[in-house]
């Protein structure tokens, strides 16, 4: 099970830290991502953290302005979200996958039910 918290409204330029906790006792065996859904687009990815948290990939949107990172020994990964603009306003899901290296949305078998982020220009 995966629940997000952290989400809410923000204005433009301003920053957020999403958290999804992870239950279960084989978190650090997932390869943990971020994808974000807006009104009437698809859902998309934004962020992956791999198995020892290196070399995390981003979506090119969101390059230099956010970081994800996980916390195995507390079942946690964060998306901390910097200079935020209007387009990043969206549903985030925290997302889990078994995949050494998954590299399609469909890779990923475990969600979380989303928060919702609110950027105000």
């Known amino acids: 099970q995966l629940v997000e918290s952290g989400g809410g409204l923000v204005q433009a330029g301003g920053s957020l830290r999403l958290s999804c906790a992870a239950s279960?006792?084989?978190?650090?065996?997932?390869?943990m991502a971020w994808f974000r859904q807006a009104p009437g687009k698809e859902r998309e990815f934004v962020a992956a953290?791999?198995?020892?948290?290196?070399?995390?990939d981003y979506a090119d949107s969101v390059k230099g302005r956010f970081t994800i990172s996980r916390d195995n020994t507390k079942n946690t990964v964060y998306l901390q979200m910097g200079s935020l603009k209007p387009e990043d306003t969206a549903v985030y899901y925290c997302a889990a996958s078994s995949k050494l290296v998954p590299r399609v949305r469909s890779d990923y078998g475990y969600w979380g039910q989303g928060t919702q982020v609110t950027v105000s220009s």
């Open positions: 279960g006792r084989t978190f650090s065996s997932y390869v």
């Open positions: 953290v791999y198995r020892v948290g290196n070399n995390p």
